[in-house]
């Protein structure tokens, strides 16, 4: 139980850390769901036509600092209403990615791979986890550019007077979100060995309310992480043990992400 | 002072955003489709054609008016609310739930009920991010969207389960008898009377915003909720009671289309409807008058892009990426600015830069 909560938990901490960035940065990042569907099907497609899975890997995270380019581009230089562009981006990936397998394989649903990522392995998964968490704390911590990100998110202006660009700290830190929902991404699609559209099932928008109710520090992000991991595998065990219907399981997730934001709301005001 | 909207830009940068809306559709129809004069004259012209396809754009109209007037309600207070397609949908099971379930119903009473239902579902819906927000500060643009999904999956179960019409060979709930079906108009388009209470319902909120008390404090609300509270309106009613008074409209959007064309609740018809609805508003800026013709561009786009891939062989539904490109750019502060300095050039004509 407690291994399978841990391999559920890669990719959603991996998108997680990666939207602590844009968080820290003061750009609120709804369109994490879109970034981690993107690089869900890039990566499948990418290791379909080539046969590797490291080629599939590292285009989903190509695909989805893309498409955190246009988010950048369209919030930041174009000043969009950030919000707004985000939901963009959620929507935009799906009718792209329907579009493209339209084109390219005739289907516009389920596209399966031959061969899947073994991360089966628990502690391979841990070892993941704990390198990643670790990575985000000596980044943000010890580098200069996490100072910058963090002073972006504090007070812009401070930044400018230190002849920084916000802007650029802020678009560095989109393309970062990008490039770890795109691995996220990719984790989740080739572990499975399929695509399936939605298959992102909410996974970023869990990632955002983690960030928040990890109070934006990595260590805490990582226990909060935990617990919407735990609440998964008992909602996916729960489909064996009780008569559950499918559909309403999947209503779980958000379900819980709603309680979490409340359970934080509450927190916080004590 | 020159008068702009915190969220929305001028109308100039709306035409802007339009026109680049149309130059990509174009330049992916020439992509990607395998016939491309065919299908530009079928996306440009199709809507027209015969009498089924505007019945079937005057539908899909009467429906976003009815979401795109929703989230105008939301936004003309400040508040947001993405729960657009949950609200729907589920003011659609609660339609279908009275008309198929409850006895003794004549067709007056049905309707009657029927609507009351469906807005009382969307609107408790929409109400609860309300209530989140004023009791713990919880977002409301999060926690209506995470409720609304969250109850889509719950509707879904109903409609493949428990309320599954078994003769069907569609994920559908049973149909509705015919005397609760709305009148029809262009057979065998889905266009029906429903129209007209869409336009009933700009009418009414546009009354309730510009000619009551209560639609001024929202009004007030939405501007400067600060300044509001200081003046002694009670604020956190202007969150609660716009995101009811949304959800019901969106709530009466499912209900219209059950009453009015699938005549039982369809497993995921809200797809097209629900985030419409905000691409409407937004080019609506907070107007709801504006709502009208913002609705009917897309329609417009709708009903012509999805000629253009029956008739022309067009891979996919252009829709989605043309309301993913709106939200793309509708808001965008640049844009607006430089498009206003294009409109500038012509000082003298009246139009392009009025709010």
Redesign the interface.
Known sequence: MISKTIIFMVPLLIAALGGLFTELAGVLN?ALEGMILSGAYAAVIATELSGSLTVGIIAGMSASMLIAL?FAF?SL?????I???G???N??V???T??FS??LFGT?GVIRLEETLGIHNALFSLLLLLSFTLLAVIVLKYTAFGLHVKAAGINSAFLASRAIKPIKVQTIAIVISGAACGLAGALISLRLGVYIPGISA?KG?IA??AIYLGNKKPVPILIACFLFALAETFSDTAQGLIEI?A??I??FP??I??LG??LY??FR?K | MKRTNRLFGHMAGTIITLVAVLIISIIFLLLFSSDKSESIYYFFAGPFLNSLSIGNMLSSFTLLVFSGLAITVAFKADVFNLGGEGQIYSGAIAATAVLVYLPGLNSFSGFILASLAAAAAGGMMAGISGVLKNRWNVDELISSFLLSNAVIHIIDYLITGPLWDKESYLLTTRTIDIRFQLLSFLRPSNLNSSIFGALIAVGLITFIFFFTKQGYELRICGMNREFAHYGGLNTAFYVTAPLVLSGALLGLAGSSAVMGIHHATIKGFYSGIGWNGIAVALIAGTNPLAVIPSAFIFAYLNQASETAMLKADFPFELGSLIQAIVFLLISSKIISDKANGIFALFPKKKGGIVD
């Open positions: 709804i246009l369209t230089h174009l000043k969009g209403n919000f707004v562009t939901l963009a981006i929507l935009l799906p009718s792209l329907a579009m339209k084109s516009r909410g928008w955002l309310v219907p559909t309403v999947l209503s958000y379900f992400t709603i934001l409340v709301s509450i005001k």
